[in-house]
C-alpha cells in the first residue's frame, strides 16, 4: 500500500539539534509537524523557516505529548522523531521505498547513540530498537512519566528496518549529570505513583550490578573511554534514583 508520511516531532528548546533533524526528513515527509513545549531559544525560528507545522502547547508529560503530537497529523503514516535524531541516507531511501509498499501495522528502526563524539556500539546501547513508524490509528503512546513507547494492538504485525538511525544523545558529561538529576525526579513521581519501596541493600547492589552488566557482560568496554563513562554515571544514576526513593519513604515513616 502507498502511504502518504507525517513526520512528527515533539521540542523544548532544540535549537542545535532541530535544523539537523528536521533537513534529515525532508525528502521523505509528506508533512511535518512539530509540537512545541514554549521554547526560549530559537527553535520556533528555525522550524518555520523550513515550513512545518508548528504547534504549541504546555508540556505535561511525553505520553500525552506524543499522543497529541500524533493527532496534529494530517496523514494516519506517522514518522515519530526527537529532535536529537537524524536519519541517515540508508535509512531515508528504505523508508522511500517502504511509503511505496507498506504492509505492517508498525516498524522498529534501530539506533545509533552519539556519547560526546563516539558512537557507542555496546553496553546495552544498540542496537536500540525503537518502534518509530506506525499507523497512528492501530496504536497509542503509553506509559507512566518516563519510559514512553508506541505500542500496537497487533504486536505480530511489527517489522524492523535494517539502516539506523543516529541519536546526537550527550554532548557532554556535565549534560549527562544534568539529565540524570532530571529522569531520576521523573522516575521517583513513577514510583511514588506506585507505593515503591526500597532498602539500604538495594542501594549496595543494584547500582554496582548495572556497571558490571554493562562494561562488561554487554561489553561496554569496546567503546573505550565512552563506555565507561556510560557504564559508571548509569550506575550513579541507578543509585541516585533509588536513593532519593529511600528518602521519600523514610519522611513519610
Not at 84 to 92: G, M, N, S, V
Request: some cysteine; glycine content about 6%; proline content about 2%.
Amino acid at each position: 500500500m502507498k502511504v502518504n508520511l507525517s513526520v512528527v516531532i515533539i521540542t523544548f528548546n532544540e535549537e542545535l539539534n532541530i535544523g539537523r533533524c528536521l533537513d534529515s526528513v525532508a525528502e521523505i515527509a509528506d508533512e511535518i509537524v512539530v509540537v512545541d513545549s514554549f521554547s526560549t531559544d530559537r527553535t520556533k525560528e528555525i522550524c518555520l523557516e523550513r515550513g512545518v507545522k508548528f504547534v504549541e502547547r504546555i508540556f505535561d508529560g511525553y505520553v500525552t505529548q506524543k499522543n497529541f503530537a500524533n493527532s496534529q497529523s494530517s496523514f494516519p503514516h506517522i514518522l515519530s522523531l526527537d529532535a536529537d535524531e537524524e536519519l541517515t541516507d540508508e535509512l531515508r531511501q528504505e523508508i522511500k521505498v517502504l511509503k511505496q509498499n507498506w504492509n505492517k501495522d508498525g516498524y522498529y528502526l534501530p539506533r545509533l547513540t552519539n556519547y560526546c563524539g563516539t558512537w557507542v556500539q555496546h553496553g546495552g546501547w544498540y542496537p536500540d530498537k525503537k518502534l518509530r513508524l506506525y499507523d497512528r490509528r492501530l496504536g497509542k503512546w503509553e506509559g507512566l512519566l518516563l519510559h514512553e513507547e508506541f505500542k500496537t494492538t497487533n504486536p505480530k504485525s511489527v517489522g524492523v528496518l535494517q539502516s539506523n538511525l543516529l541519536h546526537y544523545s550527550y554532548h557532554s558529561i556535565k549534560q549527562h549529570l544534568d539529565q540524570v538529576n532530571f529522569f531520576t525526579e521523573i522516575a521517583l513521581e513513577e514510583m511514588k505513583r506506585r507505593n515503591k519501596t526500597t532498602s539500604v541493600l538495594t542501594l549496595l547492589v543494584k547500582p554496582p550490578f548495572k556497571f558490571l552488566k554493562m562494561y562488561f557482560l554487554q561489553l561496554g568496554f569496546l567503546d573505550g573511554f565512552a563506555g565507561f563513562c556510560i557504564s559508571v554515571i548509569s550506575s550513579y544514576a541507578v543509585f541516585v534514583k533509588y536513593a532519593k526513593l529511600y528518602l521519600y519513604n523514610k519522611t513519610r515513616a
